[in-house]
């Protein structure tokens, strides 16, 4: 069976839409953690949110975000990417602004869960996009401003926190997340959908005619590789594959490295508002948004490297900067301190993050790359649950325990860079078939 003809070389504003659309997407999820992160403050003097209910919200929000991996990504390998973008940003919207009207613990715990369902169903669905898309010479790249734009999300909770964090305003917080309910209600229409997706579950005649329509539209002409036919199997008999010994060893490294980068993340930065508030800092939510205005700058770093350099060195500078943050934060005894290593811990992450998401669409083939990428989620999600339980169980108070749980935190980002750097593959400018067989 012919191919179409190739792309053209190059980027084209296809590609930018499609770029734009998944960034978005993420940039709901950055709207979502920023709003849990700074509503601890005002729950903390509106509720006297206790460490442990503190780590209950965010666990919460981690099960959910476990959950919609596996579901999501299930769902965008069965009924295309598009269907799968406007369930879950839309899911995440309604449910985080749902927490607003939480009038207990058991209501607001219910909603962050649902709201984490949809949140963590963008990583698969818009990696897929971005991806199926993108030329090989850019995919990093484009998954990199992905990421630039979830910092803007971030950005933009962190400046409604430190306006309305405190008191009954809290309510206020969870009330940004209903920004991006336009864009689930629109996506269907917007994002188009993959043609390779459409050739991949034996839809090669559609697939063309999309092809022809964005031809004419945008100038460029996607590829339509000759791919076996998805046939109808259960999540687990994909899990089963993902395990087996073709993908054996990709499937580790992600899966771990995603776990630590979440649990990090997850962990000291999301609660580092509250964290500075009860060591006596005197402007913790302002400290928070200037560690959030200057993350982003490591992230741009690493996605003008990440297509030149490669993926397996941007990801560990990212993960040995986060390492020397975790260090940092363990050790710091002033406010400036734990904020400059916050900047770092916070920034390495990010920046590792458009390798990690470069990996998930790269490393399997079409047929399963959403539900692949949902399952690595997932396996990372494990480390929103356990994070958050692990700093309520050695912070006994807000202040006692830091050091020896960022300690924690720093080893475990070790233990990813070594990982990295022993098992790890260099997929850089590879079309995603050449990948995909060489696995």
Do not use: C
Not at 41 to 56: E, F, H, R, V
Not at 202 to 230: C, I, K, S, T
Request: proline fraction near 5%; charge should be positive.
């Amino acid at each position: 069976m012919q191919a179409a003809a190739p792309a053209p070389s190059g980027l084209g504003t296809l590609h930018g839409r499609v770029t734009l659309l998944a960034g978005l997407a993420f940039g709901s999820n950055g709207i979502t953690l920023g709003v849990i992160s700074y509503s601890l403050l005002g729950l903390k003097a509106s509720w006297g949110l206790t460490p442990g209910q503190a780590g209950l919200l965010v666990m919460a929000s981690g099960a959910g975000q476990l959950t919609g991996g596996i579901l999501v990504g299930y769902l965008a390998d069965w009924v295309g990417r598009r269907w799968g973008y406007g369930v879950t940003v839309g899911l995440s919207s309604v449910a985080t602004a749902a927490a607003a009207l939480a009038p207990s613990l058991a209501w607001l715990v219910l909603a962050l869960f649902i709201a984490g369902i949809g949140f963590g169903g963008v990583a698969p669905v818009a990696t897929s996009l971005v991806g199926e898309f993108a030329p090989p010479e850019s995919r990093g790249a484009l998954m990199g401003w992905t990421q630039v734009i979830w910092i803007a999300g971030w950005i933009l909770a962190a400046l409604g926190g430190v306006i309305l964090a405190h008191g009954v305003e809290w309510r206020l917080v969870f009330l940004v997340g209903l920004l991006p309910l336009a864009l689930a209600v629109a996506g269907p229409w917007l994002v188009p959908e993959s043609p390779r997706y459409l050739v991949a579950h034996g839809r090669r005649r559609d697939a063309e005619a999309l092809a022809r329509r964005l031809a004419d539209r945008y100038g460029v002409v996607p590829d339509l590789p000759a791919q076996e036919q998805a046939g109808r199997v259960s999540m687990l008999a994909h899990l089963g594959e993902l395990w087996s010994p073709r993908f054996r060893r990709r499937s580790l490294v992600i899966w771990t490295v995603w776990f630590v980068m979440i649990s990090a993340y997850n962990g000291p930065i999301i609660w580092l508002p509250a964290l500075l508030a009860a060591a006596g800092f005197p402007h913790p939510a302002q400290a928070s948004l200037l560690v959030s205005l200057v993350m982003g700058l490591p992230v741009i770093a690493a996605t003008l490297l990440i297509d030149r350099v490669g993926r397996k060195p941007v990801i560990i500078g990212g993960l040995a900067m986060a390492a020397a943050g975790a260090a940092g934060v363990a050790m710091a005894r002033s406010e400036a301190g734990v904020v400059g290593a916050a900047i770092a811990l916070a920034g390495g992450v990010l920046a590792s993050w458009p390798v990690i998401l470069s990996y998930a669409a790269e490393l399997y083939p079409t047929r399963i790359r959403a539900t692949a990428t949902g399952w690595a989620s997932a396996a990372g999600r494990t480390g929103a649950i356990l994070a958050p339980a692990m700093l309520g169980l050695l912070m006994r108070s807000w202040t006692a325990g830091r050091g020896l749980a960022l300690s924690i935190f720093a080893g475990a980002l070790v233990i990813a860079i070594l990982i990295v750097l022993f098992l790890g593959e260099e997929t850089a400018g590879r079309p995603l078939e050449e990948v995909a067989e060489q696995a």
